[in-house]
């Protein structure tokens, strides 16, 4: 567990090129600067297409980057074996992937496929994880595929942290729930955040959820990280052009 405050990982001039259909290389992240620290939870919003989901992805090497750095306690990602990296950063998808069988089933696969012994279902810390979570301990014998989606993402949310990951990666965690499902959640994750002294990095769409939830706010567009500071400074008094018309109300945006 780390120190809250402490820095747990850094993104160094992070870019990603791809080859588009034409075949030219085209950039997705240019020249990403951030910090995660234990404890604390950023957030990094921007318009579709901007590089978000890429973002996450080169953090456990999902993805590999074109250029910079990412380092994970002052070492470079890249000497890790990708499947030790994935258990200390761990990321929880926007469509999520449940194994077939249930709800505990999949609680407890992680811990299969790290040899370890799974929890019973009613293991202490299980059920803390379920509550936490918005899952109920009722629906641990359910046929997993049976949920809905956002309890399906919950339920990934929860496998994600069930083994203790350093550092939580969530892409759009909250697209499928409605507003006092993802107000309740908000205030889980901060909870989870503190209490196990993660290093959360959060991409959404949803600026209400931004405003409750982070520490530390990011502006994505075009690849580039275009501010990034408080929440509170950057939705009160947004410096760039871009920014300003993202935050907007949508009848004011312009065309």
């Known amino acids: 567990m780390s120190v809250a405050g402490e820095l747990v990982l850094r993104l160094d001039g992070l870019g990603k090129t791809r080859v588009n259909e034409q075949g030219k290389e085209v950039a997705v992240l240019r020249d990403v600067d951030l910090a995660l620290a234990a404890g604390r939870i950023t957030v990094v919003i921007g318009p579709s297409g901007g590089g978000k989901s890429t973002l996450l ?83 641990l014998q359910r046929d997993a595929r049976s949920l809905s989606v956002g309890q399906q993402q919950r339920l990934c949310l ?52 931004a405003k409750i939830i982070a520490d530390q706010l990011a502006y994505l567009e075009d690849g580039r990280i275009l501010e990034q500071g408080l929440p509170a400074e950057l939705f009160a008094r947004p410096r760039s052009e871009a920014l300003q018309g993202f935050l907007a109300p949508p009848s004011k945006r312009q065309d």
């Open 57 to 139: 992805r080169l953090l456990n090497r999902l993805e590999e980057p074109s250029s910079g750095q990412v380092l994970l306690n002052g070492r470079d990602v890249r000497h890790y074996d990708p499947l030790q990296l994935r258990r200390k950063v761990a990321l929880v998808a926007q469509k999520p992937f449940v194994f077939s069988g249930t709800v505990l089933d999949n609680l407890q696969r992680p811990f299969c496929f790290q040899g370890r012994t799974p929890p019973a279902d009613d293991d202490p810390q299980l059920l803390e994880l379920l509550a936490l979570c918005q899952l109920s301990a009722d629906w």
């Open 158 to 209: 929860a496998r994600s942290l069930a083994t203790g990951p350093e550092v939580l990666l969530l892409d759009e965690p909250t697209s499928a729930l409605d507003r006092p499902t993802v107000d309740s959640l908000a205030g889980s994750l901060r909870a989870a955040c503190h209490k196990w002294r993660l290093a959360v990095l959060l991409a959404t769409h949803d600026l209400h959820l």
